[in-house]
């Protein structure tokens, strides 16, 4: 994989900040998009714009075509069964968020248990905490090791006849946590539980099938792979869509409607009220083209140097003095590298290394029961990914080594 030449396909990446190039390592945030992603949407726009599904003519059945090759596309890249079980949302959020909400109406009853994780971003608790609230639901959380990786041994005791759905992450946003989702999948099954896998960091660095995980939910956001804000997927298996009722009602996902009495579309239409995202779904469509033009292999191989790289670099300068969390590299540790410099509070590095261009995130991450199970306030995090080069890896560090001077007493 030639890094400069991928490096020309993202625009952003020439920027200069406080004087000095960008270093761009929040990728787990949100990713950068190259011109291919940019061009799409902005073609869609200039040539084919119009409300798919509605009109006769010929400029909105071109626009129907375009979204619902999007959808087809996305169905291929997670080996899906077909399109109809790509539903388009705005993100990750909304896509777990949809099935809580939909199984909350009728599905799941008061005292039916909810397995999700510690590790778990926001979005895959919240919701869940929601129909606790609001239906009696009871919530419980696998627990993790001292490597960061989950203590499967809990399953025994967490599943249970009353255990409805597992939510679980296929990929830690703080940790880099590689969870064994198919081991996941086949205890959740064994007891008749669901499992609904957060794809969000996973979708960005590994090829996704969907049957081969065992999952029954799968949720990702396009803007973290490669693709515009306020685009996403959640896959769900046909005949649990079908069952599932609709979340928001609207334009669109009706059969029929009369004053005394509506029916709703089969799905995915039934959870896409009013008119969708039509140039975001082309503009993820036209992401994954350009992942799968570079392959994951590459991708992986390139960012399994990173980490190297910067895993290398912290024993190297500060041995005992960096943490970075989450299990050891070359296995189950994905592209996040959440650290913590002793002595020195994670805002103040991450302000520093902006002075340098080097944008990291430093914060809680969306993941507070996280935060509290390690016992920290927060946490640094670098993430980078197919753009990035072991060269700004190292400015990474040579910023460290500033930050540490100017921070620690
Ligand atoms: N799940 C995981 C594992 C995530 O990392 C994120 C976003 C989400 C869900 C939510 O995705 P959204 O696209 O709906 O917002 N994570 C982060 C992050 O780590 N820093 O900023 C956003």
């Known amino acids: 994989m030639n890094v400069e030449k991928i490096r020309e396909d993202f625009p952003i990446l020439q920027r200069s900040f406080h004087g000095k190039p960008l270093v761009y390592l929040d990728s787990a945030a949100t990713s950068q998009k190259p011109t291919a992603v940019i061009e799409a949407e902005s073609t869609f ?46 993100g990750t959020t909304e896509a777990i968020n949809t099935v809580a909400t939909s199984l909350g109406r009728g599905l799941l009853h008061k005292g039916d248990r909810v397995v999700s994780t510690v590790m778990e971003h926001h979005s895959n608790i919240v919701p869940w905490h929601m129909l606790r609230g609001e239906q009696g639901i009871e919530l419980e959380f696998i627990d993790i090791d001292e490597h960061g990786r989950l203590r499967l041994e809990e399953l025994d005791r967490l599943l249970t006849k009353n255990t409805k759905v597992v939510a679980v992450t296929a990929v830690s946003n703080v940790l880099g946590t590689v969870n064994k989702v198919r081991e996941i999948a086949d205890r959740a099954h064994e ?79 039934k959870f896409e009220a009013g008119t969708p995202n039509v140039a975001g779904a082309i503009g993820l469509s036209a992401a994954l083209s350009y992942l799968e033009k570079v392959g994951y292999d590459s991708i992986a191989a390139h960012e399994h140097r990173l980490v190297q790289r910067a895993y290398d670099r912290a024993a190297e300068q500060f041995g005992e003095r960096l943490t970075i969390y989450g299990p050891p ?19 103040d590095i991450a302000s520093l290394l902006d002075a340098d261009g080097v944008a990291i995130r430093s914060g809680h991450h969306c993941a507070q029961p996280l935060m509290e199970r390690l016992g920290v306030p927060a946490l640094s995090r670098a993430s980078p990914y197919l753009y990035n080069t072991e060269g700004e890896i190292d400015q990474l560090f040579d910023s460290l080594v500033r930050a540490e001077k100017v921070f620690a007493r």
């Open 45 to 90: 726009y200039r040539e084919q714009n119009a409300n798919p599904h509605r009109g006769v003519y010929a400029l909105s059945e071109e626009a129907t075509e375009a979204y619902e090759g999007a959808r087809a596309h996305v169905a291929r890249f997670l080996r899906a069964s077909g399109p109809e079980e790509v539903v388009f949302v705005r």
């Open 191 to 269: 007891v008749g539980a669901l499992v609904v896998v957060d794809g969000a960091q996973a979708a960005p660095h590994k090829p996704v099938d969907v049957g081969a995980l065992g999952a029954d939910f799968f949720a990702f956001s396009g803007h973290k792979t490669l693709g515009p804000t306020g685009i996403g997927v959640l896959w769900g298996r046909h005949e649990l869509l079908e069952k599932m009722p609709p979340c928001e009602g609207g334009g669109e996902m009706i059969r029929e409607v009369h004053l005394d009495r509506v029916s709703y579309r089969e799905p995915p239409g």
């Open 329 to 347: 590299p070359n296995g189950d540790h994905e592209a996040v590298l959440s650290f913590a410099l002793k002595g020195v509070h994670p805002h």
